[in-house]
């Protein structure tokens, strides 16, 4: 009973061991700051250096194109609102879409209180956007196109490479929030045609607090944190030694074992979904069913609502998260599902389940057992649960 | 972030269920807002003599939904009239701010089923 069943990998992930191992001597006593001119100090800049070169390797870019940051949400901030700063002379509108994480969406809302425009670009039913719809948006004053990799609550995976092709040829800046796909999906910038992009190091397995923005050479955007000259003048703040050795690390080991990682997690996540969709009626599966991010899953149950599910789920050590509006504190339920086309009260009882490394069979045919009789039991205390109501006709 | 007060009565809410042929039903809040309750009373001698709920939300709509159960059952209409959303909420220790709200449920459900009976029985 005290076993505890993580699949939440999406929210954070546990930090690798040998990620942790590479961080300790920078936090003890190698924590010279690296602005400094003796050698205590010049081994930290020498280390961050060697991480720089290493991240840039993996995403084929170059070292001086690697901005690190306190994580995603900065990164996301950064490059919408410093390029809307440095760009404004050409034209005050943005493009990005209706299921971005808040990050970017709530960046976007910001600039168009101060008189920008902002469009953004819809999705299927399954989260994807169509590269075209991104093309019919640009206007001779678009100065960012912002759309993520893949998504954090339905896993979708987007069409970058095409919508980079697009953006390429019009001369629009393209920022790419990777966040989500980062150590999960092959990231290389050239391909991807992208101009900017955000990781966050704790999704994948590496520490909070970490992230990077790629910048593409020549790029102007105006920065964010104004203070001492670090990151060449463009992102002031005291280099987290540590927390840059460890992303490094980080991205390195899932670069490592990304193919193998994903077929695994992938099939954990499918037999979760053939037992879960086996044992229990009106269960559905939101989100596209093929171009997806392996270890997710996300459904909705008729009937019941999200908060109550996680709950449960909790009592029997299995940690989920849900799109409720009711795990949140605010009063609408997930944008992404509404985006989808889910109606609110579905979106309502909606359950996300995100697979990692440390994920196996055992936890995923725990989970099988235990949720049927949670249903159940939040069914037969629902209001819109009945054996012949309407409500479960419609389905 | 719950009070421990607040996750027993979701672990084991009181009084679950419908009452058939009941002399009151009370229904407030919308599946659309995620959150929906449905309170069934049998009315004796102007006593709540029993009361079952049906709760559609979160961890505190459930646990107030019992909460408020327990404070009404065998209590004068008159009385179970007077119950607050936030005596629910004080009973409970308290409830998280964003979760303060939910206990709207509660209350107002127990009133709408006592004003459904006093319609239905208006000599
Ligand atoms: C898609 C996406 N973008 C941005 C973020 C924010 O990243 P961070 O937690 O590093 O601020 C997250 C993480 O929640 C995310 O999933
Ligand atoms: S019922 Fe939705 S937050 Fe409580």
């Known amino acids: 009973m005290d076993r505890v069943v993580y699949m939440d990998h999406a929210s954070t992930t546990p930090t690798d061991p040998e990620v942790v191992a590479v961080m300790l001597p920078w936090m003890s006593e190698q924590f010279g700051n690296p602005s400094t001119m003796y050698s205590l100090g010049l081994r930290g800049a020498k280390v961050v250096q060697n991480a720089r070169e290493s991240i840039a390797h993996t995403i084929n870019a170059d070292p001086e194109e690697i901005y690190f940051t306190s994580g995603g949400t900065e990164a996301d901030n950064w490059a919408i609102l410093g390029v809307a700063d440095a760009h404004s002379k050409k034209g005050r509108h943005l493009i990005t879409s209706t299921i971005e994480h808040h990050a970017v969406l709530e960046s976007m809302e910001y600039l168009e209180k101060r008189g920008c425009e902002i469009t953004r670009v819809p999705v299927d039913g399954g989260g994807l956007i169509d590269p075209e719809e991104v093309r019919r948006a640009l206007r001779p004053d678009t100065v960012l196109v912002s759309i993520m990799y893949a998504n954090n609550e339905i896993g979708t995976i987007e069409p970058i490479a095409d919508i980079g092709r697009i953006t390429r040829e019009a001369g629009v800046l393209f920022h790419v929030d990777a966040v989500q796909a980062a150590g999960k999906l092959p990231l290389d910038v050239e391909e991807l045609g992208v101009d900017m992009l955000s990781m966050s190091a704790h999704k994948f397995y590496g520490p909070k607090g970490v992230g990077l923005m790629y910048l593409r050479k020549r790029t102007r955007v105006t920065p964010l944190l104004h203070g001492g000259g670090q990151e060449r003048g463009r992102r002031a703040g005291t280099t987290n030694v540590p927390g840059i050795v460890g992303m490094a690390k980080a991205l390195e080991l899932a670069d490592n074992r990304m193919a193998e990682d994903a077929v695994r997690e992938a099939a954990l996540r499918d037999r979760l979904w053939e037992g879960l969709s086996a044992g229990i009626e009106a269960i559905h599966l939101n989100g596209d069913p093929v171009r997806r991010l392996p270890g997710n899953l996300n459904v909705r149950l008729d009937g019941i609502e999200g908060e109550s599910m996680v709950l449960m789920l909790d009592m029997e050590g299995i940690c989920v998260s849900s799109g409720s509006a009711c795990t949140t504190g605010s009063l609408e339920p997930s944008h992404v599902l509404l985006a989808i086309g889910i109606p609110a009260e579905h979106a309502h009882g909606s359950l996300r389940a995100t697979l990692g490394r440390s994920t196996t069979t055992e936890d995923v045919d725990h989970f099988i057992k235990v949720f049927p009789p949670i249903v159940d039991r939040l069914r037969q205390m629902s209001p819109i649960w009945c054996e012949n109501c309407v409500c479960k006709q419609r389905n | ?123």
Do not use: W
């Not at chain 2, 709509?61 to 004068?76: F, I, L, P, Q, R």
């Open chain 2, 1 to 123: 972030m719950y009070s421990e007060l607040v996750m027993e009565h979701f672990r084991n809410p009181r009084n679950i269920g419908v009452i058939e042929n009941a002399d009151g039903v009370g229904e407030v809040g919308n599946p659309q807002c995620g959150d929906m309750m449905r309170i069934t009373i049998k009315v004796k001698d102007d006593i709540l003599e029993d009361i079952k709920f049906q709760t559609l939300g979160c961890g505190a709509a459930v646990a107030t939904s019992s909460m408020v159960t327990e404070m009404a059952k065998g209590k004068k209409l008159d009385e179970a009239m007077d119950i607050t959303n936030q005596a629910v909420a004080e009973a409970l220790g308290g409830l998280p701010p964003a979760k303060m709200h939910c206990s709207n449920l509660a209350a107002d459900g127990l009133q709408a089923a006592i004003k459904d009976y006093r319609a239905r029985h208006k000599a």
